[in-house]
């Protein structure tokens, strides 16, 4: 394995990673270069599990100001995290990367059930392994999936691509010209200024198994395996 400062990620995708300029639904060369960017990071020999959102098809809060129900908007929710991730197993085979999917809730004809233990098998197999229908429960995210399964799985650390934002600002830097980015950050930190990253329940999570992310720009080339070889790109927060 080459020189990396993680060998075993968690990559969370939204679902917006995959729509393209519509930030809807899935755009074929979007979801193509997305995987072109993991397939230079498989190459690397490093173990990569995958959390993939559905933001770009359908949210719960959504459905919910619109009159349904919020676990049932929610459940639509985790389907569309599944359709994401038959889309981005697809694209990742035809350019040789194996993969499994394990979904949080059964369905056998299309994909694998989630096995903790099958999981981290496959990881070791050098497949690449992608979660969906994210925690199975309602009221949850797939950000809180992705802090979740980093957790199960043992993983490094969590990978938290963004769409055209380098990092972690004081402020809206789209708003305020005098937000600066920050290079490292504690959870604690992120809490004390009121830091909007990710939500508090995933936060949390990777705050107690101290399991630190990095956020940072997935739509500059490279970057996926700059964050894997240790480049300072992005913000890292951990937990202390
Ligand atoms: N969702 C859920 N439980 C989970 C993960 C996701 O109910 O454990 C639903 C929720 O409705 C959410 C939708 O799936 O709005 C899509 O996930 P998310 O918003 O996290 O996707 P992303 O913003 O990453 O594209």
């Known amino acids: 394995m080459a020189d990396v400062k993680y060998k075993r990620i968690m990559l969370k995708?939204?679902?917006?990673?995959?729509?393209?300029?519509?930030g809807f639904g899935i755009n074929p060369p979007v979801i193509k270069t997305v995987a072109e960017e993991?397939?230079?990071v498989y190459n690397l020999g490093i173990q990569i599990a995958i959390v993939v959102g559905g933001g770009n098809m359908w949210r719960g809060v959504s459905g919910e100001q619109m009159g349904m129900e919020r676990a049932q908007a929610d459940y639509?929710?985790?389907l569309a995290t599944i359709m994401n991730a038959l889309a981005l197993q697809d694209n990742l085979e035809s350019i040789g990367v194996p993969t499994r999917v394990q979904?949080?809730?059964?369905?056998?004809?299309?994909?694998?059930?989630?096995?903790?233990?099958?999981a981290i098998r496959h990881l070791e197999k050098e497949r690449v392994v992608i979660f969906a229908g994210g925690t199975g429960s309602p009221y949850f995210s797939t950000?809180?999936?992705?802090?979740?399964?980093?957790?199960?799985?043992?993983?490094?650390?969590?990978?938290?691509?963004?769409?055209?934002?380098?990092?972690?600002?004081s402020a809206d830097p789209?708003?305020?010209?005098?937000?600066?980015?920050?290079?490292?950050?504690?959870?604690?930190?992120?809490?004390?200024?009121?830091?909007?990253?990710?939500?508090?329940?995933a936060s949390s999570l990777s705050m107690d198994n101290d399991i630190p992310f990095v956020v940072f720009n997935l739509n500059e080339s490279g970057n996926i395996r700059k964050v894997v070889e240790g480049e300072n790109i992005g913000t890292t927060v951990r937990g202390k």
Do not use: W
């Open 174 to 201: 789209n708003k305020d010209p005098d937000a600066v980015k920050f290079d490292q950050l504690t959870q604690l930190d992120i809490i004390n200024k009121g830091l909007h990253v990710m939500d508090t329940t």
């Open 103 to 118: 979904t949080s809730i059964e369905m056998r004809q299309i994909a694998e059930p989630y096995i903790r233990r099958k």
């Open 38 to 40: 993991v397939k230079s």
């Open 76 to 78: 639509i929710g985790m």
């Open 13 to 22: 995708l939204s679902g917006e990673a995959l729509a393209g300029d519509k």
């Open 143 to 169: 950000d809180t999936t992705a802090a979740l399964r980093a957790a199960e799985i043992n993983a490094d650390a969590i990978l938290m691509a963004k769409n055209g934002v380098d990092g972690i600002y």
